[in-house]
């Protein structure tokens, strides 16, 4: 069966410090890839997409980064973060043909000071 | 352009009450519908699904039907119970270009026993 997973969990950074979130995704091959960011009390936003290796759409434009340096593996980046990256980040995983039902990651929730 | 929406939360009710979250959309096309539940501090867990129009999904007691005319997918269930308080995304996936999750904003749902 196909898992995924996120970490850390949790993590405090001050501001302008830099961000690493890593999602991986076991079970599966050549899936679609996704970062979400939920946002206190908001839905949830569609940051980044991949359909392979070093292929990254961003739907959002921000101090954020993605990169997919395998094929199950797939990493949120900043290079100095501000108050309003605060949040829960949600990694998910769909396969690339059929209904594309999205599977998520148990999130990470970041909060930054 | 497409979009989801929800009802406002939190939904309150008593153990054993009825459920009932509105979701309507604004799609191109026929896009598929879903629901998602996410419980306190947890990732994200497909609840149901519909991928055309009349069809009915349903899982763990809960149902919606994809209504067409009506451009909308109500969540239902009849008897909720205090395990079932979680926020509810409805998300429809289009069926153009690239072939994302939009999602509404979610509801919150309180049972009290």
């Known amino acids: ?113 | 352009g497409n979009s989801v929406t929800q009802m406002e939360g939190p939904v309150t009710l008593s153990e054993e009450a009825f459920l009932t979250i509105n979701c309507t959309y604004t799609a191109t096309g026929y896009p598929s519908l879903f629901w998602y539940v996410q419980y306190p501090g947890e990732g994200l867990q497909l609840l149901l699904k519909a991928t055309k129009a009349d069809d009915k999904g349903s899982n763990k007691g809960f149902e919606a039907t994809y209504r067409k005319e009506t451009t909308s997918f109500h969540l239902e269930k009849g008897s909720v119970q205090v395990s079932d308080s979680a926020v509810y995304f409805c998300a429809l996936r289009t069926n153009t270009g690239f072939q994302k999750l939009v999602f509404g904003t979610g509801t919150r749902l309180l049972v009290s026993p």
């Open chain 1, 1 to 113: 069966s196909q898992t995924i997973h996120q970490w850390p969990a949790t993590l405090v950074q001050p501001v302008g410090s830099p961000l690493s979130l890593e999602c991986t995704v076991e079970g599966t091959s050549n899936p679609n890839l996704y970062w979400y960011r939920q946002a206190a009390g908001r839905g949830l936003q569609l940051l980044f997409y991949s359909v392979g290796i070093g292929q990254i759409s961003s739907e959002v434009p921000q101090n954020l980064s993605a990169s997919r340096p395998q094929d199950r593996q797939f990493i949120l980046s900043s290079k100095k973060l501000l108050l309003s990256d605060s949040g829960f980040y949600l990694c998910a995983w769909s396969v690339r043909a059929g209904t594309y039902e999205q599977y998520f990651g148990p999130g990470t929730r970041l909060t930054v000071t």
